[in-house]
């Protein structure tokens, strides 16, 4: 059972660098999500999709952009790495939004230096 | 927009103490309401969830939630605590029909033997 999974776990980008984290699930989810976790500030929601071929902006999507061209799979692709992104992001998805249990990655840790 | 305002950001707690954790959010329409937990080093799960019906809603490991309306809000309680709940606790919102989930900023609790 791989649920939700996330890569890579680990990575330190250097300023203006660009990278993608890659998220599949295996569960035939709709709903998919990218938060960032930082301390003292909580989940906040970058971007998320409701289904294959459609995204959306979340609280903090400056920065960011994501694709999702298959049901599996919802990258996050960071453009011009800055020291503000910084962070643990995490993945998550779910099959509806009228109260399943959402999955969560394990998350990835992001340094820019 | 949609937002949600965990009051409490540090609980600190002795053993058997009771509890409860605040919770509002600003959305009009119809909600589903989720309680995370998060221990230290691990992920979020979940604690419990409310989409509809009895608006007191009980979760695992002793928790449970009411929802009332016209307060916006959806209080986490547990009776008694024990050292193993010290962990961090997200209350979340999702608009009934769009999708968007969104997180609180978290309250830490941290429970004395």
């Known amino acids: 059972n791989a649920g939700v999974t996330q890569t890579p776990k680990f990575r330190i980008l250097k300023i203006g660098q660009s990278m993608t984290l890659q998220c599949a699930q295996d569960m035939n989810h709709n709903y998919m999500y990218w938060y960032r976790q930082d301390p003292g500030m909580g989940l906040k929601l970058i971007y998320y999709s409701v289904g294959a071929g459609i995204t959306d902006k979340g609280e903090v999507p400056n920065g960011y952009n994501v694709s999702r061209s298959t049901t599996e799979d919802f990258p996050l692709r960071l453009e011009l790495a800055a020291p503000s992104q910084t962070s643990v992001y995490f993945c998550?998805?779910?099959?509806?939004?009228?109260?399943?249990?959402?999955?969560f990655g394990e998350g990835s840790w992001l340094t820019v230096v | 927009a949609q937002s949600v305002s965990q009051h409490n950001h540090h609980v600190i707690l002795s053993e058997a103490a009771s509890l409860e954790l605040g919770c509002n959010y600003s959305?009009?329409?119809?909600?589903?309401l989720f309680w995370y937990v998060q221990y230290p080093g691990q992920h979020l799960q979940l604690l419990l969830k409310y989409f509809s019906g009895d608006p007191l809603v009980k979760g695992i490991k002793g928790f449970e939630a009411e929802f009332i309306k016209s307060k916006f809000s959806f209080n986490l309680r547990k009776p008694s605590v024990q050292w193993s709940d010290t962990a961090e606790y997200f209350c979340?919102?999702?608009?009934?029909?769009?999708?968007?989930?969104?997180f609180g900023q978290g309250t830490t609790l941290q429970v004395k033997p």
């Open positions: 979340a919102v999702n608009e009934g029909t769009g999708g968007k989930l969104i």
């Open positions: 998550a998805s779910t099959q509806t939004s009228t109260g399943n249990t959402i999955y």
């Open positions: 959305y009009g329409g119809t909600v589903n």
